[in-house]
């Protein structure tokens, strides 16, 4: 075999190394958010309620009293927000769940976002569990 061993002229020896440009491509995937739980995949077609709720349940407030709201992130994916009175309990918070979604998980836990904290204590004024205009997220158990 013969070796060729012309020159193309182009000497780039004393140059420093420049990297190519990379190509850019926007994301096309799909993706869960992290803590979520994974969509369930149907074939039926969705059906829509014929009576559908006209109002939503809502906890008795006292207006003398100071109230905050809560928002309450389901683990279907839903989002409820409501206004509590400070002396209102975690109880209070599951039993408005359990109003609003009959039809949810029969198990579930409550959690702060930051920090991660789980509400076991069904007896603690949402002012003593840190809960003043928070976020609650519904853990399937």
């Known amino acids: 075999a013969v070796v060729s061993t012309q020159s193309t002229g182009v000497d780039k020896r004393s140059e420093d190394f420049v990297a190519p440009k990379p190509i850019l491509r926007p994301f096309s995937g799909s993706g869960y958010r992290l803590g979520s739980p994974a969509p369930q995949v149907t074939s039926a077609p969705s059906v829509t309620p014929t009576n559908p709720p006209t109002s939503r349940p809502t906890v008795s407030l006292d207006e003398s009293q100071p109230t905050t709201s809560i928002q309450i992130r389901l683990a279907d994916g ?12 975690v109880g209070d918070i599951r ?9 949810g998980p029969p198990s579930y836990s409550l959690m702060t976002t930051f920090p991660n ?3 076991s204590e069904e ?6 569990a840190g809960l003043l205009n928070a976020v609650i997220v519904q853990k399937r158990s």
């Open 123 to 128: 007896g603690q004024s949402i002012a003593a």
């Open 78 to 89: 839903t989002r409820l927000v409501s206004k509590f009175n400070h002396t209102h309990t």
């Open 95 to 103: 039993g408005f769940i359990n109003l609003s979604r009959p039809d």
């Open 117 to 119: 904290k789980v509400l």
